[in-house]
Structures are given as C-alpha cells and as structure tokens.
C-alpha cells in the first residue's frame, strides 16, 4: 500500500495529490537549503551592497572579499591538514572497530552477545557531554603513568579504535541491521568450501557491505570534520577548524565600513570553505550512497 | 553426518572467533567508557582540586548536589529549559521524519533529489556551522539588522508575521506561544531530522511486498495498512529512533545545558558541582526514557529479533 496517486481514479484528483505533495517537499528543501544560499549569496557580496538597504539576495558587486578575509583568518593549509588527518584516523578506526562488533552481535552466536549489545545501546544513550569532565581528566593524567594526552590525536583515537568514540553506538546499531538482514547462506556457503569465519568476514561479507560501509565512513569523517566537542575538550591548542572559526573576530576591515556584522559574514563565509570537501566528497558519492538508503543495505 | 574429532561445527567456529571480534568494543567499553562513567559518578561526590601535576579529590558527600541544587542560581532553570524543548522537539521530530519517511518511500521522479537535500543537514548543518548560525542570530537580533542577510536565522521577519496575524483571530497567549514556536522551530526541526529519516526508510524498506498485496486482495485502504501493519512493524524502530534523538538533542551544540555546566566546570573551576550536574541531568533523561520505554512496551511488535 504505497502512498501514492494511483488509489484516486480521478485525473484532477491526481493532479491534486501531486501539486500538494510536490508544495511540500518544495517547501522542505527550500527551508533546509535556504541557510546555504544565504551564507553564499551573502559572502559574494562587496561590503558596500551589505550596507546597501536596496541589495537583498542577489548582490549588485561581486567581490570575494569576505573569502579573502576568511582565508587569511582560517590558517587554512594548517587547519585543512590538521582536520583531515584527524577525521580520518577517527573514521578509519571507527568503521574498523563498529564493523567487527556490528558482525559479531548480528551473525555470531556466543553466550553473551545479548549483554554486549545491551553495552553498545548504552554507549550510544550516554551522551560524551555528560562525562566531559572525567573524559578530560583521563586524557589528562592517562593511566598509572600520567602521561597528558591533551592536543594528542591518540586521544581520539582509542576512543574510536575501542568503539567507543563519537556515535559509535550509532553506527554499531546501523551496521548491526544491515548484517542482520544479509541472506543467511553466504556463512554456510563459505564454511562448506573451508574459509574460517575471519576468513569469511573478509572475502565474502565486507564486499556485500561496501554500500554501508562508505555510509559510516562519510558519516564519521563528516562529522568529525565539523566537529566542536571533542575540539574543544581534547584539542583545545590544535587547530581544527571549530578552534579557528570560533577565533573569528573582525573589528575593522581595511575598506573603512562599520562592519559590526563583519564577523557574522566572515564566520559563514569561513563554514562555507570548510564544507567545500565535504559537499564535493558528498556530490561524487551520491549515487552510491543514496542508493544505500534506497536499497536500506538488502544485498538484493 | 558424523563429525570427525578433527572438523569443528559452524557454531563452534563462529564462537570462538565471535571473541575475538567484539575485542576490541569490549575492550573500549570495560578499559575507557565503564570508568569514565564511574570517574563521572565518583566526582560528582568530591571536590576537585587541580594542580600542576594532577588532581586531588576531597569527598563532600552530597554536598556537591545540595549546591547544584539550592545554591546555583541557573541550574534549575536550565534543566527544566532543557526537558521542555526535549519534550516539544521530540515528539516533532519522530512524527515529522516519519511522514518524510513515508513519503521518501514513494517513487516519484526526483525522489532521489529530494532524499539528497534532506541529508543535507545531517551532514553539514552540524558542529561549528551551527555553532555560528546560533551566534550569529543572536547578533542578528541584538543589532535588529533585518536588511543584512548574513545567512543566519531566518526567523526575524516570519515571527512577527506570524504573531501579529494569530493575535487578529484572538486565541490564547499559550496556544500562540506553542503555535509560534513550532512554526518557528520547524527550521531546527527538520534539520534534526536526517538521520532519524534514515532509519525510519531503512525499516520501511523491510515490510515484504507480499504484505501490500495480501491487504489489497483483503480490502484495506492505504490508511488502515498504515495504523494496522507498517506502524506496528515499524514500532521497534520508532522506539530506538526516541532514544536516539533524545541523545541527539542533547549532543547539539545549541544546547545550553551542557554549556552551562561546561561554564561551571571550567571557568567558576567547579568540577564537583558541575558533574554534580551531569550526573542529576542522566538521572533524569534516564528516568523519562525508561517511562517512554514502559508506557509503550506492550505496544511493540518483536518479530524474530
């Protein structure tokens, strides 16, 4: 019974239920999509037309001045580097340890399993805000020998090689499904002609899974890469993007304007290099990864 | 088939290298996650002293609660402030991305257009990129710039629209109130609302084709389908989808609360009282989801687990 116009016998009444529904979604992409073009159309602008009361959206100079300030301000080789090798330790060890976990608790029966998957649902219901503060001191003073782990990528590191880092619960939880419904042959296929069960894991189930395996790596690299918790708390000298962003602050620019809001532009001009990677990275995987939410990870 | 001593079963394989693979997650959570919760409870019972080297501890008993509670100005607001938008923004958005979800689950043309703007925010409207569309709208507002479109809250122009038609129709200064946040608050909500859409598709796919057609052969309309089969089939899902944006709200950085205690920690260098804090907020998220859990248990339909 899907939702769709077929069930109204009337030509009009179909006309109806597409007109309504295409208003709506219309209506929803444009308030998610609207933010963006904002902070670009508002970048793009020369500071005359944002004093300028007559400019609304489109601009009547352009000029990559905020860009200009906005590069200069980000650091932004330094920064780029220090957030990519950053999100890609987290999310490489992140899809390693939540994808082993994931296959044990889905398709392995041992005693125990229904405990540990009890432990990933809390890992993902405790917020890491709430234990902040005892995640800073470990870090700090870490193990017997105190060693200080603060502005160390190791940190974040053992958090995510362990599991535990940030949303691991999540994408245990996302994993864990799609190796659930995986048809039910493929271990008993590989058994027959000999693989050990690592063997097995390797060769035959993470090539079926690729589809949701690059959904988790973009997830964690993503979300790393905007990330303002852990920057904040275990990187508070590095400079990630959050620590530079936040750095912003823009008292008088050289073209002589009061620009009070001169920060406010700068930052989203900032946010809007930031996320260049990411939307192209995006773009280019988007066949690939909307088809894994089309096809929910049925190997079919 | 007899087994030979030297052939192992499937089973017996599977459980002996199952160990091995959850090592590592066992690993994180007995080594890293159970003591930071446990460091987490134990602070919230001392005074912490930071010093060059290290830190101390004095124990203070419930004298770290008893300031959280009766001394701190703030707290208490900014707890019953953080339940009140976890109690409007929750049910908002689980309705909300589950009608997408529904919808999304259509073939029309463009779905997949659609499907990848509505992900849109997950991925980027998070982090820093909301930390400073937050701030920004403050200054926004401060400054009462309605001209200057710095790519900020959007809300300036609609709220006062909006407002000012509800009050011509004279309904309720409450009703007005909720009536306008939610219009206001759908912007935040549909950004919230990504990764639940996910999951809700994720489980709609999972309903076999052979159900759809038994209940046309039956007679249901599309309605009834929905309340009779897909809600049930999908209750699981909407319970774990509850829990999930629960921590999601709480994870944003545009919640107060944990900047407070945050504040609290690192600048006044309270760190008793602000894991005081902590720990009392868990409590009570903790309590409301297992309410959430055992007002619904009966309704949820396990089908082989």
Redesign the interface.
């Known amino acids: 019974?899907?939702?769709?116009s077929d069930?109204l016998k009337s030509k009009t009444g179909k006309t109806v239920f597409?007109i309504l529904?295409f208003l709506?979604?219309f209506g929803?992409?444009f308030?998610?999509?609207?933010?963006?073009v904002?902070?670009?159309?508002?970048?793009i602008k020369d500071p005359i037309d944002?004093n300028d009361?007559t400019v609304?959206?489109i601009p009547k100079h352009f000029s990559l001045y905020y860009f200009e300030l906005a590069l200069n301000k980000m650091n932004i080789l330094s920064s780029t580097l220090i957030s990519f090798l950053l999100s890609l330790i987290v999310s490489v060890s992140q899809l390693?340890?939540c994808t082993?976990?994931a296959?044990?608790?889905a398709?392995?029966?041992?005693?125990g399993?229904n405990l540990?998957f009890l432990?990933?649902?809390l890992?993902?219901?405790?917020?890491?805000?709430?234990?902040?503060?005892?995640?800073y001191?470990?870090f700090r003073?870490f193990t017997f020998l105190?060693i200080n782990l603060i502005n160390n990528p190791l940190s974040i590191f053992?958090?995510s090689?362990?599991?535990?880092g940030f949303k691991s619960g999540?994408y245990?939880?996302?994993l864990r499904?799609y190796f659930i419904?995986l048809p039910k042959e493929l271990?008993?296929a590989a058994?027959v002609d000999g693989a050990?069960?690592?063997r097995t894991?390797f060769s035959i189930i993470l090539p079926n899974a690729n589809v949701m395996l690059a959904t988790v790596f973009?997830?964690s690299f993503?979300?790393q890469?905007?990330?303002?918790?852990y920057s904040d708390l275990l990187f508070p000298q590095m400079e990630t993007?959050?620590k530079v962003?936040?750095g912003i602050q823009i008292f008088s620019t050289d073209k002589g304007f009061y620009d009070?809001?001169a920060?406010?532009?700068v930052?989203?001009a900032a946010?809007v290099i930031?996320?260049i990677p990411?939307?192209i990275i995006?773009l280019a995987c988007?066949?690939f990864?909307?088809k894994s939410?089309?096809?929910?990870?049925?190997a079919n | 088939m007899k087994k030979t001593p030297k052939s192992k079963s499937?089973?017996s394989?599977?459980?002996q290298?199952?160990?091995?693979?959850?090592a590592?997650?066992?690993?994180?959570?007995l080594?890293?996650?159970l003591?930071?919760?446990a460091?987490?409870v134990f602070?919230a019972f001392n005074n912490i002293k930071l010093s060059g080297?290290?830190?101390t501890t004095t124990f203070v008993g419930i004298d770290n609660f008893y300031q959280a509670t009766m001394v701190n100005p703030d707290f208490k607001g900014q707890l019953i402030l953080a339940l009140r938008t976890l109690a409007t923004e929750l049910p908002t958005v689980l309705v909300l991305s589950l009608f997408?979800a529904?919808?999304l689950?259509?073939?029309?043309k463009g779905v997949?257009a659609?499907?990848?703007?509505?992900?849109?925010?997950?991925?980027?409207?998070?982090?820093?990129?909301l930390?400073?569309?937050q701030?920004?709208g403050i200054?926004?507002q401060l400054?009462e710039?309605t001209?200057?479109?710095?790519?900020?809250d959007?809300d300036m122009a609609q709220f006062t629209a909006i407002t000012s038609l509800l009050e011509r129709i004279n309904l309720s200064p409450q009703i007005m109130d909720v009536i306008v946040s939610a219009a206001n608050g759908?912007?935040n909500v549909?950004?919230s609302c990504g990764?639940q859409i996910?999951?809700f598709?994720?489980?709609l796919?999972?309903i076999p084709t052979a159900l759809?057609e038994a209940?046309?052969v039956e007679g249901?309309?599309?309605w009834e389908?929905?309340w009779k089969?897909t809600l049930p089939i999908l209750s699981p899902i909407i319970l774990?989808n509850a829990?999930?944006t629960?921590?999601d709200i709480?994870?944003k950085?545009t919640?107060t609360f944990?900047n407070f205690?945050?504040r609290v920690?690192f600048y006044d260098n309270n760190?008793g009282v602000?894991?005081a804090m902590?720990?009392i907020?868990?409590v009570v998220v903790a309590l409301i989801?297992f309410l959430v859990w055992f007002a619904f248990r009966k309704k949820i339909y396990y089908e082989n687990l």
């Open positions: 019974m899907q939702l769709n069930r597409n529904l709506l979604l929803f992409c308030l998610i999509l609207q933010p963006f904002l902070k670009i159309m508002s970048a944002i009361k609304g959206l390693f340890a082993l976990t296959y044990a608790l398709r392995l029966k041992f005693k399993r540990i432990c990933t649902i890992v993902l219901l405790v917020p890491p805000q709430a234990y902040s503060t005892a995640m001191m470990n003073f105190e053992l958090l090689a362990l599991g535990v999540l245990i939880y996302l499904n419904n271990e008993n058994f050990s069960p690592i894991f973009l997830f993503c979300w890469w905007t990330d303002t918790f993007f959050n962003i936040s009070s809001y920060t406010t532009i930052q989203n946010c930031m996320l990411i939307m995006f988007q066949k990864f909307i939410i089309a096809t929910s990870g049925l | 499937l089973d394989l599977q459980k290298t199952a160990y091995l693979f959850v590592p997650f066992l690993a994180g959570f080594l890293l996650f003591p930071m919760i460091k987490t602070f080297d290290g830190y997408v529904v919808i689950n259509m073939n029309f997949t659609v499907k990848a703007i509505f992900f849109v925010p997950v991925l980027l409207a998070t982090g820093i990129v930390k400073v569309e701030s920004s200054l926004t400054q710039i001209s200057v479109t710095t790519g900020t959007i759908i912007y549909l950004n990764v996910f999951i598709l994720a489980g796919q999972t759809h209940a046309s249901c309309t599309a389908f929905f089969v774990v829990f999930y629960v921590v709480f994870t950085p919640n944990f205690t945050d920690a760190f602000a894991t902590n720990v907020y868990l989801l």
